[in-house]
């Protein structure tokens, strides 16, 4: 499968199904093109190259798959824990008591609605 021959005719699929998808070499085609050749290339990323020099991933498919379903798993990993960690800092615990906002005129006693 990782024949020469075979690379070339898979990425003329993807360079087809690219064109198809967006009716020109445009902004979004060169986007596109851009984030295919990083994740492509990517030597973390051989599950990626794998599945789609195998047929598991279509040309069509992988043209419309999103930046999050073409990162690495290490990459995907990490943003997932961020987004977590990020969620979990906009969460208001509730708390007991009076709180207290520090303004530029001083301390402010915010009192529960």
Same mark, same amino acid.
């Given at each position: ?9 898979? !990425? ?41 020099l195998t047929g598991q991933i279509s040309a069509s498919s992988l043209v419309q798959? !999103? ?29 007991? !008591? ?7 005129? !001083?301390?402010?006693?915010i009192t529960p609605i």
């Open positions: 499968f990782n024949t020469e021959a075979h690379v070339q005719k898979v !990425g003329e699929a993807v360079e087809l199904a690219m064109f198809t998808f967006f009716k020109s070499a445009g902004k979004d085609y060169r986007i596109k093109f851009r984030s295919l050749h990083f994740n492509l290339k990517d030597p973390a990323n051989l599950e990626l190259r794998r599945r789609v798959m !999103g930046p999050a379903d073409l990162a690495n798993r290490e990459l995907t990993e990490w943003r997932n824990a961020k987004e977590v960690e990020t969620l979990k800092m906009c969460t208001l615990v509730e708390t007991e !008591g009076a709180r207290v906002r520090k303004t530029h005129k !001083g301390e402010e006693l």
